[in-house]
């Protein structure tokens, strides 16, 4: 049984969905979907959030086949992914993306301290040109 993690509908009719070793796209409101999974340039193999600013442009967050966080970004609808975003830091989860515009974008991110459940953080990472660069807070 497969469970969906993130959902993200640019219009009634263009959606994407993911979750564990799974992403869809759907461009009937979900009559029809088209599996992005295999596509050689999508590296996230656990996507668990997504914002679209249009029917080409969006970006996916989550788990890079590796385990580690990667952002992802598509120009072309999901054809093709770039990656504006990966580190290789152990017991983080990029858990959320969001933008107010064009250029300025929130992301969170979780970091979990196993040794000392009480030092764990959550952090505001910030971009204002479009995830070209980011600022962190925490």
Known sequence: LWIPESAYFVDDSLGYIGGMLEFFKTEDAGNTWIDL??????WIK???DMFFFNADTGFVVGDYIDDNDLIAK????GNTW??????????????SIYFVNANTGFVLRDYLDL????????????TINAHKSRQVSS
């Open 115 to 126: 040794f000392s459940p009480l030092l764990s953080e959550t952090y505001v990472l910030k």
């Open 37 to 42: 999974s295999d596509i050689s340039s999508f």
């Open 46 to 48: 656990d996507p668990r």
């Open 74 to 77: 598509t120009t072309d609808g």
């Open 82 to 95: 770039a990656t504006t975003f990966y580190t290789d830091l152990s017991m983080s989860d990029i858990t």
